[in-house]
């Protein structure tokens, strides 16, 4: 783990111990159970810099899969010798690094790069079971959990259990996304009807989000920047019409990026309407994605300027640091007053790239506009690793400002408080009590 020699880091990051935690970006709504260890190591962004490292080489394949990716018909000791030699090129890195402190704190395993070590982590492993997420929320103080899940319906439906710590998100992607008929068909069960016209489409959207508020969610949620850019357009009404009623009115064409751009950026900008209606916060994917081979210009959040620009009146939570994009994300949460900063999942990808931009974060910009952390994993080991990680990059940067003389330490633990717990509790009126020194 990373460890500042600044004077005042230990003292800040004990102090860390014990204060609560909302996540303000979370995939997992339960305990789901794992059958192979090794597949499970692999569930997580570690995956990336493994295939980086030449991973695909061994799994014949490069598509980032995160479903065995070492095949299951060869011996156990086989499928672990082909992990190693992979492993032992990437287990410096924060993706490493966070994965192998999730296994340590929740397994006592110090050392997946060992088969022995390995071998005692499997027998352990067989004993895992639902009572471990409990035992990590309450290990890691977490309070909330703003979940991002694409089966909204079946917990909504009761048919997929979910735990008291979820605050849902509202996707608004696939209703952005559409580019055959059968997508809008599959959109009529929200409607009762036929959908036959964009006022159709639109109505459909308001009921869909009008039971999902009922249900409790908390914000909206886009991560449209994997497909394509972040600037959107703002076309006419009429143009959006003439798109859908392309689409609509032929049932076996697929229509291409360009041909349905009206309508995706038209209803992009419909949705973020009703948010500002509902007074609904709208997190939006900016800088790196998951995985390997994706061109990150188009998800730099400075592409969104023209946005926060028109919609002044929805506050937007910008993902991940914007990595590897700091001055563009600086300039954003100084000069807009409705774009708040979210370092979620950022700290397992550059340690050092989240405290500079903290430290510079704290000396340009309001700090109320800063959340912490959010693991964005899938389970509650890596929540656990990922929150350790966060930790000791907020005491590391707190405490170089601190010896720096520009914050006391009051200060310096207030301001931690806020980025961890009250920033996130207020921007998605949760109604927790606010924490204080």
Not at 72 to 100: G, N, V
């Amino acid at each position: 783990m990373y460890r500042s020699n600044a004077l005042h880091f230990s003292e800040l990051r004990e102090f860390l111990e014990h204060i609560p935690v909302i996540e303000s970006h979370e995939h997992f709504a339960a305990f789901h159970a794992a059958d192979d260890p090794l597949d499970f190591i692999l569930d997580t962004f570690y995956l990336g810099d493994f295939y980086s490292a030449g991973g695909e080489q061994v799994t014949g394949r490069g598509d980032y899969s995160f479903f065995t990716p070492i095949p299951h018909q060869l011996p156990e000791r086989e499928r672990y010798t082909l992990f190693q030699q992979i492993y032992r090129r990437s287990d410096k890195t924060a993706y490493a690094r966070a994965m192998q402190e999730g296994l340590r704190l929740c397994w006592g395993v110090e050392d997946i790069g060992e088969w022995e070590e390995y071998q005692k982590f499997s027998e352990k492993f067989r004993s895992r079971d639902a009572s471990l997420y409990d035992k990590v929320m309450e290990m890691c103080r977490i309070k909330a959990q703003i979940v991002d899940r694409g089966d909204l319906d079946s917990y909504m439906d009761g048919t997929l259990p979910y735990s008291p710590f979820c605050r849902f998100t509202f996707h608004i992607s696939g209703w952005r996304n559409v580019h055959t008929k059968e997508q809008l068909a599959g959109m009529e069960k929200y409607l009762g009807r036929a959908i036959t016209c964009l006022d159709d489409y639109t109505e459909a959207f308001d009921q869909y989000l009008q039971k999902c508020l009922d249900f409790g969610v908390v914000c909206l949620k886009d991560l449209n920047a994997y497909r394509r850019t972040l600037e959107i357009g703002h076309p006419t009404r009429a143009e959006a019409e003439k798109a859908f009623n392309d689409v609509v009115s032929h049932q076996r064409v697929i229509f291409g990026d360009e041909q349905v751009r009206p309508l995706e950026d038209w209803m992009f900008h419909y949705a973020l309407r009703r948010a500002a209606a509902l007074d609904l916060p709208v997190q939006l994917h900016t800088g790196h994605m998951a995985g390997i081979r994706n061109d990150v210009r188009k998800a730099n959040a400075v592409n969104l300027i023209p946005t926060l620009e028109l919609h002044t009146d929805v506050r937007f939570d910008l993902f991940h640091a914007n990595w590897p994009y700091m001055d563009e994300f600086l300039f954003i949460g100084k000069n807009y007053p409705n774009a708040y900063l979210d370092l979620c999942w950022a700290h397992s990808i550059d340690l050092l790239y989240c405290i500079e931009l903290m430290k510079r974060a704290v000396m340009t910009m309001p700090h109320s506009k800063i959340m912490a952390f959010g693991g964005d994993t899938s389970a509650p080991e890596w929540l656990a690793g990922y929150l350790a990680l966060a930790k000791d990059n907020v005491a590391a940067a707190l405490a170089e400002l601190v010896d720096s003389t520009w914050l006391t330490a009051n200060e310096a633990r207030q301001i931690a408080l806020d980025w961890f717990f009250n920033n996130p509790n207020e921007f998605f009126k949760l109604g927790f009590e606010k924490q204080s020194l």
